[in-house]
């Protein structure tokens, strides 16, 4: 058989073990906030499932705050009699206005991530034209993959709901890996630009398009309900005036 230390040890081995266990599961306020906020959203339509793929209280809040903007952006827009938003934000995105919403934090935070999250429910509430620039599409590898582990998390289907490009940067085929329209940034490096979203059948079908655009492209930007931009403090400050 097992001896007594074996088997679990003296009163203080065992305290030893405890507060290494109470160590590793150790949670701070922010943590708990995360957990509960999560929980209370599950159910809700649109919102709950990319909330749940935040890490931080920081980055689910900021996904949230753009998500109810959307929800009384497309509250609103289907009642003409519809009281004021109940935000800024959403009386931003509830159309005749053009406005700059900014979010700042440390880098390594999470903000691309939470870029790509809300750019998944602007799809879901049905944003139809959406631009993301940034000095290089590299530089968009974290936003276009959340966006589309949010649409995936939406349960939207690759191909049967939606379509990616590339550019053209290099592949291990040699073919260019093409499929976008921008060509490929300074690293040469084949990643997404474009997601296109088909909705419905016959007369009633729908594109939504979210799509990189150069900063100095401004031009082709004219007519986007929205423009994303990231790692802004990369570009030119009179170029993002322009913007």
């Known amino acids: 058989g097992l001896s007594p230390l074996e088997e679990g040890g003296d009163e203080e081995g065992g305290d030893d073990r405890q507060k290494k266990k109470d160590v590793l599961s150790y949670k701070t306020d922010d943590d708990v906030q995360l957990e509960q906020l999560k929980e209370t959203l599950q159910d809700t339509p649109h919102v709950g499932k990319l909330v749940e793929l935040t890490k931080t ?39 005749g206005k053009s406005a700059t919403v900014s979010l700042t934090a440390a880098r390594g935070r999470g903000k691309s991530a939470a870029l790509g999250l809300c750019l998944a429910g602007a799809v879901s509430f ?10 290089e599409p590299e530089n968009l590898v974290s936003v276009f993959q959340f966006l589309v582990e949010g649409l995936t998390a939406l349960k939207y289907q690759e191909h049967y709901d939606y379509t990616l490009g590339y550019n053209y940067g290099s592949s291990s085929d040699g073919n260019g890996g093409g499929g976008g329209g921008e060509k490929a940034g300074r690293d040469n490096t ?54």
């Open 57 to 95: 209280l920081d980055q689910a809040r900021a996904v949230l705050t753009f998500l109810e903007a959307c929800a009384d952006r497309d509250k609103n827009g289907s009642n003409s009699n519809a009281a004021a938003s109940s935000s800024p934000l959403a009386s931003v995105l509830n159309g």
């Open 126 to 135: 049905g944003f139809k034209s959406v631009v993301v620039t940034a000095p």
């Open 190 to 243: 084949k990643c997404i630009v474009s997601v296109t979203v088909h909705s419905g059948k016959g007369k009633k079908r729908q594109r939504q398009t979210v799509r990189y655009v150069r900063p100095r492209d401004a031009d082709k930007m004219v007519g986007a309900e929205l423009v994303a931009v990231d790692e802004a403090a990369a570009i030119p400050l009179p170029v993002v005036r322009q913007l």
